[in-house]
């Protein structure tokens, strides 16, 4: 065999006897594929947020706060989605009912979840709108109200689907087992909620800020955040007792080359600054809106820093058992 040929059959077959790294979604036009799951987690988060809060009484920035995560949904996650795709004028093929892939296919089965919380989220808000804006007579408002409850039960499953899909998609990649793990999906619905809860204060500050809602949304925070980190640090410790690739990846995560991303833009910056500013204002009687807005900014900072590092460190365990 040539020198040149052999070269080329060891770059072709490496994966077979070693660890590789995983580039589909991260690397090249894969950081589409990292764009769109974190608007899908940042809509996700705020839309409940919005949702939850408007559900004893429509106030105009949880009214804001759905707009908001709706908009994130279907003007970034979305058209990040579709840039994506190979051949984008067939994509409806990956829709049901035009489709049976949904059975086994969990891109499928988000482009499902996607498109129903589209059209579901719309006529909430414009019911909402309704409510909240139009003067209505007693019977209209009361039956508005129903439909808006309705819709918005439809509508908050939906955006819930549609922000944890990706986890459930990735976690079912047997291949990589530092994604292979029932955490994950967990981990991105809480951090998405507390992103979300950051993002329905800022929309709170630039409608009037409500000292009282806001109070809420940083005691919310700061519990989700405690929560959140206590599951990456049991989500780290899992990987490096389940799989030696697993321990490769939660090493790289740690200490390697994706380090610096973790410590600084998440734990730091996404994790520990606002929690840290969450404590301090609960303290303060006023002067807290510049505070908040640093964190609001770090949280979503960390809302890009958790998806990268953890599609980053996505290694594939060699094919050949105990080899790698």
């Known amino acids: ?101 949904w059975k086994t296919s969990w891109f499928a089965r988000g482009m499902f979840f996607s498109i129903v919380f ?77 992103d979300g809860l950051a993002l329905a204060m800022g929309v709170n500050l630039v409608t009037g800020g409500d000292e009282a809602a806001i109070s809420t949304l940083e005691f919310w925070t700061r519990i989700l955040l405690v929560v959140n980190a206590l599951l990456i640090a049991g989500y780290l410790v899992r990987a490096y007792q389940k799989h030696s690739t697993a321990e490769l990846a939660a090493q790289d995560l740690i200490k390697g080359s994706t380090a610096w991303v973790f410590w600084i833009l998440l734990v730091i910056l996404g994790i520990a600054t606002p929690l840290v500013i969450s404590i301090a204002t609960a303290f303060m009687e006023s002067n807290t809106e510049p505070l908040l807005i640093v964190a609001i900014v770090c949280h979503t900072i960390g809302a890009f820093a958790l998806k990268y590092s953890v599609l980053k460190v996505g290694i594939y365990r060699s094919v050949l058992p105990g080899v790698g």
């Open 1 to 101: 065999m040539k020198a040149q040929t052999r070269r080329q059959w060891i770059t072709t077959h490496e994966w077979m006897v070693k660890p590789m790294r995983q580039t589909e979604w991260i690397s090249g036009k894969g950081i589409l594929v990292w764009l769109a799951e974190v608007f899908s987690a940042l809509g996700m988060g705020t839309y409940l947020v919005g949702l939850l809060a408007g559900i004893g009484e429509i106030t105009t920035w949880a009214f804001w706060a759905t707009v908001l995560g709706w908009a994130l949904i279907v003007l970034f996650k979305l058209p990040l989605h579709f840039l994506y795709l190979g051949r984008k004028r067939n994509f409806w093929r990956a829709i049901p009912p035009f489709t049976n892939a």
């Open 118 to 194: 589209t059209a579901s989220g719309f006529v909430q808000i414009v019911l909402w709108y309704l409510l909240h804006w139009v003067d209505l007579s007693a019977s209209a408002a009361e039956i508005v109200t129903v439909l808006a409850w309705i819709v918005g039960i439809i509508a908050g499953v939906f955006i819930l689907l549609t922000g944890v899909y990706c986890g459930f998609a990735m976690s079912y990649c047997k291949s990589l087992p530092f994604w292979n793990t029932g955490l994950l999906p967990i981990v991105f619905v809480i951090m998405g909620v507390a």
